[in-house]
């Protein structure tokens, strides 16, 4: 019978310590979004503002620039459980003589500063990555080169975006001025990454496959 209620009133312990951590967490995860928000909505504030006093304005429809503003500036804030970003934001401009031309462009533009984001980070990765294995220089070099030049092949396989924000401006000579900011979840673009760059240096180089294998396993 003692022994019995020792083991309950052990696990009542381990429960209700459970249950207090778990909405400590939760306090925590709740505190962060509304300093989250805090910090977005000032910034957004601030950046309508100037946008708006560049003659920017919002495409017929759409959210209100500052809440436009606003959600991309909690995606830049977003972080995982490890504290690192949860999104890639990139920003594009462009000039054509339609919205939906400049758009396009811009849109594209934010694409390649991700992919450029993207590419980046992955040559640290690699280059910590190369540190580590037996590569000749010749192989070293190789890689180095296929992974400076991967933004353009990053850009192609990232598929769709995340829209953040979109506005516009008519200029004098009536073209009009496309400014868009786009995300992509961070985990995914590694991904993303990490298979074009695997099959660009299996059609590239003359490394070995288990080579590159263990040359592209890095922690996303």
Excluded: C
Aim: cysteine-free; overall charge positive; proline content about 2%.
């Amino acid at each position: 019978m003692k022994l019995t209620r020792i083991l309950t009133i052990a696990l009542a312990v381990v429960f209700a310590f459970g249950t207090a951590t778990m909405a400590q967490t939760k306090e925590a995860a709740k505190a962060g979004k509304k300093e989250i928000k805090k910090k977005a909505v000032k910034e957004a504030r601030k950046e309508a503002k100037r946008f708006k006093k560049e003659g920017y304005d919002v495409a017929p429809g759409a959210l209100p620039m500052e809440k436009q503003i606003e959600t991309a500036w909690i995606r830049q804030y977003e972080s995982d459980e490890d504290g690192y970003p949860l999104y890639i934001v990139a920003s594009g401009n462009s000039v054509a003589n339609t919205t939906s031309a400049a758009k396009l462009q811009a849109t594209e533009l934010a694409k390649l500063e991700l992919a450029g984001s993207i590419s980046t980070q992955v040559a640290a990765l690699i280059e910590n990555s190369i540190a580590n294995q037996q590569f000749n220089a010749e192989e070293a070099a190789s890689v180095t080169k296929t992974v400076a030049a991967s933004k353009n092949i990053i850009a192609q396989e990232l598929g769709r975006t995340l829209p953040l924000f979109e506005i516009y401006r008519t200029l004098k000579n009536k073209n009009v001025e496309a400014n868009v900011r786009i995300a992509y979840n961070s985990k995914k673009a590694m991904e993303v990454a990490q298979r074009a760059i695997s099959k660009k240096l299996e059609e590239e180089t003359d490394i070995a496959h288990d080579k590159l294998e263990k040359l592209m396993k890095w922690d996303n």
